[in-house]
């Protein structure tokens, strides 16, 4: 019977790293944050910085257990292994359902909307655009796991040095460096002025989100031991410097206090510095991004399927390794097919609430991989573990932390507006749909 193969490289998976997080963040988000610590510069970047290393924080927690457990799954098998097989299932399951299709269906809509930027289409066309796309990168996905790859490292190679680009510009002609010393100090009281940081913070760390999908292809890395712990430092530490030269970047071409108001960051940035013609950059500059984070998740996402099958807690045949081509091929093929209903089912408005009250479901089970690290050392003791994340207990121990604010924040958020509370009620509900089903899968495998 065919099994995946190891054909993934350290530079595969530093491509893959850094594509995952890449997606619309930093090309939207640097303004509202900006405008949430009151218009502090310092503030701001501090909360960049804080971000990435936190980030950090996590990744080189979870390199710990890739190297340990380079088993297909990654992440779901951290949950399976450190809090059981019910916990990791309802991950897979939230997984399918809404947090790895619901990311593809985004990032496609996404791609659809910056291509009418480009191309002048229809809405319905704008549907059919984002349709096309999930199905073109599905089927290069289960044509060969070297052939993805190597879609996402031309992909993310180009999308940096897009980022790169535009900040050097952005730097170079910019008119407002001479406003930024002016607005770097505080401009609130200590509650405040914390209230505000953290909630800044919140956002940052989606921005920084999707390096954990690393970890799903963990079976299929060459020398997992030595290419986990490289790839998630040098990713973290890259993606950070990315980050703060295009925010100061931002800065030089807009200045403190048109940066805060601006929703659309890059665009406004690169139009005022370069021209109105430049917007289409911008857009070509989206559409490989998105198109590239979109790769990223069907590229990682099956493999956790295909570990949930594995175990006998999903469908059968999502545990098949194609013969030709080596991949999951069934698990990929479904997550393309939901993702494409979701994109459908988006353009009636039934799904985007849904993503916006269950995508905060996933960060439960973030904190809960990088807690599976605890039982691990006391079930590893006196044995020689690959890797040592630096800073145990504190490192894992401050991710968990962060993790548990992003999922705190949410909640409180929910109970302050009624859309966003029935948003986390729809969530709810899908997450405890989850346990029959895997009582239902668990009753199947006993009798199997």
């Excluded at 292809?217 to 980050?243: T, W």
């Amino acid at each position: 019977m065919p099994s995946l193969i190891r054909t993934l490289t350290l530079r595969d998976l530093l491509f893959l790293f850094i594509g995952s997080v890449i997606g619309s963040g930093i090309f939207r988000t640097p303004g509202p944050i900006l405008r949430q610590v009151n218009g502090s510069v310092s503030l701001s970047l501090l909360v960049w910085l804080v971000g990435g290393v936190l980030s950090l924080l996590g990744a080189l927690t979870y390199a710990e257990l890739a190297a340990a457990n380079p088993e297909a799954g990654g992440l779901y098998c951290y949950i399976r292994d450190g809090f059981g097989r019910l916990a990791a299932f309802l991950y897979g399951w939230c997984l399918f359902l809404v947090i790895a299709s619901g990311s593809v269906a985004a990032l496609a809509r996404a791609f659809s909307e910056y291509l009418a930027r480009v191309i002048p289409i229809s809405p319905i066309e704008q549907t059919i655009a984002a349709v096309v796309m999930i199905g073109i990168v599905t089927v290069i996905n289960v044509w060969g796991t070297r052939k993805s790859s190597d879609l996402q490292n031309w992909t993310t190679l180009v999308k940096m040095g897009i980022i790169v680009l535009l900040s050097a510009l952005l730097l170079a002609f910019g008119h407002h460096g001479r406003d930024i010393p002016t607005a770097l100090g505080a401009v609130q009281h200590r509650l405040g002025l914390w209230s505000n940081f953290g909630l800044a913070m919140i956002a940052v760390l989606w921005a920084y989100e999707g390096w954990q999908f690393g970890t799903y292809s963990a079976g299929e890395v060459i020398s997992p031991q030595k290419a986990f712990p490289r790839a998630f430092l040098m990713g973290s530490l890259i993606l950070v410097g990315l980050y703060l030269v295009a925010v100061v970047a931002y800065l030089f071409a807009l200045g403190p206090a048109e940066m805060a108001m601006s929703e659309t960051i890059a665009a406004t940035s690169v139009t005022a510095v370069l021209g109105p013609w430049a917007g289409k950059l911008v857009a070509l500059t989206i559409l490989i991004s998105t198109f590239s984070a979109a790769n990223s998740v069907i590229l990682t996402a099956p493999r956790v399927f295909y570990a949930m099958a594995n175990d006998k807690l999903f469908f059968k045949k999502l545990a098949e390794v194609h013969p030709r081509f080596l991949t999951p091929a069934a698990a990929i093929l479904g997550l393309g097919l939901w993702s494409i209903v979701l994109v459908c089912a988006g353009e009636l408005g039934s799904f985007s609430a849904l993503i916006g009250g269950v995508i905060f479901i996933g960060w439960i089970f973030y904190g809960l991989g990088a807690a599976a690290i605890f039982p691990f050392r006391r079930a590893s003791a006196g044995q020689p573990i690959p890797y040592r994340v630096p800073g145990y207990p504190w490192t894992p121990m401050l991710f968990v932390l962060a993790a548990a604010a992003i999922v705190g924040n949410a909640i409180y958020l929910a109970f302050r507006d009624p859309s966003q509370f029935m948003n986390l009620a729809a969530a709810i509900v899908l997450f405890l749909i989850g346990l029959p089903a895997y009582f239902f899968w668990r009753k199947r495998s006993t009798h199997a």
